[in-house]
């Protein structure tokens, strides 16, 4: 057996279950909805920083420019107030969708779940002082929290239901007055376990419970905003692409509460003009390993393009436009490069390679950080740009990894080009025979 074919055994047999088995646990599923109902609040949020800190030197004398950065500074609170209520309370949203995501997959009310998902979240992560609630934890710093109290309490309401444990009232009584009824005990549960359980860890350790989860998770924190974290993920989303499976759903499963927190942490130090604590963003992710889509196909798409193979030619005409905004399948499943030996060594090495320059880059303060969210589907350049808050050196990087990209995949593209045309010959040849002798 052929090193390569070592290799399929392992993943088909060995990786493709596991990554099946993680990507649909119901907990995974339920965190990445939960993200993906924060991300439009998140987005936008995001984008209006670029209104509050506009790119502009601040001692810049240029008219229009002078005026804009007048009136931020003029209007800061005004301007920070739709961004405190989206960017600022992240962790509500994603309480919600994480409930209402686990409430459906147990059958139970999907807004009823949220809602109680939410309230858990709010009793350990907003404490009471002097007459004001403490906001500190509702984004970034609370996001673990969120996550893991809001699968506690969908969690014990659907052991609370699948026991019988509830509220049951006539049939002739409004749907809506039932359910309200059959989360009352699911309620009182979640409140006499969750506030004493906070009272307690407040009152041994001085630390509230979303205090204490960020200080034993800071070790992870840290680990994940660095050079080896990038090339992990990296590697085990295009191992398990390579073999079929969405490997970035997977990947980004697990690194967005990640991303989120250090997202947090980039932004209240621009707000505050200090520097920037943090590389590993899912812009960075998007811009500089993705460029267009998983593998940073759309150098791949270029290429074919002016492939001298009619097959290659015909797939890069189709996937060149849906790969300038991040969509890569007609390329992987066309060429193939999913399950392709021939593509295998690209596939996995580029994204790798740009995670290093663009990594190296921003150590050496070459690059600029990342501090909005931005949708997957723009295009890497205006991306980039977008994420540092329209600066300009990511878009160099940009070109920068684009040009690399492309270098890397040519000679494989040129070897699997004469491939093809081998066959497309001897495929000539044959039709070729064939009309002969019906003649």
Known sequence: MSLYQSMVHVIENKITPLAGAMGSQRHVVAI?????????????????????????????????????????????????????????????????????????????????????????????????KDGQISTQYFSGQGIFTALITAIYASEMYAFLKRHNITIRLPKEVPTGVARSFEILIPVVVIVFTLHPLNLLIESTTGMILPEAIMHLLSPLVAASDSLPAILISVLICQILWFAGIHGALIVTGIMNP????????????????????????QGFWDHYLLIG??????????????????????????????????????????????MNPVFFLPFILVPMVNAVLAWTATKLGWLAQVVSLTPWTTPAPIGASWAA??????????????????????????????????????????EGDTVTNNA
């Open 293 to 338: 889509g998983v593998g940073s196909t759309l150098p791949l798409a270029f290429l074919l393009l002016r492939s001298r193979a009619v097959h290659l030619r015909t797939i890069g005409k189709m996937g060149v436009v849906p790969s300038m905004f991040n969509i890569n399948e007609p390329i992987l499943f066309g060429a193939p490069v999913i």
């Open 389 to 430: 808050n329209w600066a300009f050196s990511p878009v160099v990087m940009c070109l920068i990894c684009m040009v690399m990209s492309a270098l890397m995949y040519y000679p494989f593209v040129k070897a699997y080009e004469r491939t093809l045309q081998k066959q497309e010959a001897a495929q000539d040849n044959t």
């Open 32 to 128: 990445r909805d939960g993200f993906l109902a924060a991300l439009p609040f998140m987005i936008i949020g995001s984008f209006l920083l670029v209104f509050i800190f506009p790119p502009f030197s601040p001692d810049t004398q240029i008219g229009f420019c002078r005026a804009w950065l007048d009136i931020s500074l003029k209007y800061r609170e005004q301007l920070m107030l739709p961004f405190n209520l989206s960017m600022g309370v992240m962790t509500f949203f994603i309480s919600v969708g994480i409930g209402a995501s686990l409430g459906k997959h147990y059958q139970l009310d999907p807004i009823m779940t949220g809602l109680l998902a939410f309230m858990a979240f709010l009793l350990v992560a907003a404490p009471y």
């Open 258 to 281: 990640f991303w989120m927190a250090n997202l947090s942490a980039n932004q209240a130090a621009l707000a505050a003009g200090q520097a920037l604590p943090h590389i590993y963003l």
